[in-house]
């Protein structure tokens, strides 16, 4: 079956950076899409970011876009999302999805 598994979630000052990665297994990666998500406690899961099964396209909420940078290395079987210049308000456990499947997810807290 898919599985997704996410790392490279910390604990972070206002202005650091991070990358998220999220490596996949079960499935042929290089045919899917993937997404970043990301979810504060009680509010509704957003997506952050977007990309294309090629890496071709992506797509960002705007509170995001200039700052965060979604890739993939279909060779890995893994999608990246750096993230610069981290706000407070970035803080959120991330998820990476692939269809209908997710990841455990990985928490991000950005110290101001």
């Known amino acids: 079956q898919v599985q997704l598994v996410e790392s490279g979630g910390g604990l972070v000052e206002a202005g650091d950076s991070l990358r998220l990665s999220c490596a996949s297994s079960?499935?042929?990666?290089?045919?899917?899409?993937m997404s970043w998500y990301r979810q504060i406690p009680g509010k509704e899961r957003e997506m952050v970011a977007f990309i294309t099964s090629s890496g071709g396209w992506t797509s960002y909420v705007d509170s995001v876009k200039g700052r965060f940078t979604i890739s993939r290395d279909n060779a890995k079987n893994t999608v990246y999302l750096q993230m610069n210049s981290l706000k407070p308000e970035d803080t959120a456990v991330y998820y990476c999805?692939?269809?209908?499947?997710w990841g455990q997810g990985t928490q991000v807290t950005v110290s101001s």
């Open positions: 079960g499935v042929t990666f290089s045919a899917y899409a």
């Open positions: 999805r692939m269809l209908s499947n």
